[in-house]
């Protein structure tokens, strides 16, 4: 079983639209958690970090379930521009090292 | 801005060959990181180093070696390159610290071996 598991998608969804991804980690004692997103042809990119209380950036929304060993990230309104792959991002030991899922691919269309 | 450089977007190389993979940041940040990223698989670490001289296996360090001779660069070397290694070498450095989570990403380089 992988270390992170997430649904590789396409999710393919109308601008305005409110989409969800959920990512599952198998290692109970991990400590933190992250979403990078990376552009087609580019470098991943930091998103934002989960905390256990959830948290909101703008129309972003993520989400740790820690019973179920699940994060989620939330998408409000989706623009063309959030197109993009969204990685989720598991730490175990140290911030030295991250466990990467495969990624999820999102495509807003017009 | 932090940025991260790699020597090559795209190589080529012949089974057998010694491959050099060199990064450079400007940021001056104690760690440093070597993954490849495969289709289905994600970003996989092959080596990590917190300091000058320093380096630790990642989880796939078989048939690669690091160097990491000066803070501001860290390079990536496959001793006799292998079809198996053809991939995306990704590069990145992070603080030390709280936010040393937080990780700047190189573009990449796209490695074939035939």
């Known amino acids: 079983r992988k270390e992170v598991e997430q649904d590789p998608g396409p999710f393919n969804v109308p601008e305005g639209a409110t989409v969800a991804f959920n990512c599952t980690y198998s290692n109970s004692a991990s400590q933190s958690f992250f979403w990078y997103r990376q552009d087609c042809r580019k470098e991943p990119k930091l998103l934002m970090s989960v905390y256990s209380s959830g948290n909101e950036d703008g129309r972003f929304t993520a989400q740790l379930n820690r019973a179920s060993q699940y994060i989620s990230l939330l998408i409000r309104d989706s623009k063309l521009s959030d197109s993009a792959t969204y990685l989720c991002v598991v730490n175990v030991r140290n911030n030295n090292d991250m466990r990467f899922g495969a990624g999820t691919r999102l495509t807003v269309k017009p | 801005d932090v940025k991260v450089t790699q020597s090559s977007r795209y190589l080529v190389k012949r089974t057998g060959e010694k491959v050099f993979l060199e990064c450079v940041q400007d940021?001056?940040?104690?760690?440093m990181f070597w993954y490849r990223q495969d289709p289905g698989l994600g970003l996989r670490l092959i080596y990590f180093s917190y300091d000058v001289k320093m380096k630790e296996k990642g989880d796939i360090p078989e048939g690669y070696s690091v160097s990491r001779e000066k803070k501001e660069r860290f390079s990536l070397i496959l001793e006799s390159a292998s079809t198996n290694q053809t991939s995306m070498y990704l590069c990145?450095?992070?603080?030390?610290?709280?936010?040393?989570?937080?990780?700047?990403f190189g573009p990449g380089t796209r490695l074939t071996v035939t």
């Open positions: 940021m001056d940040h104690e760690n």
């Open positions: 990145a450095s992070s603080p030390p610290g709280r936010r040393s989570y937080e990780q700047y």
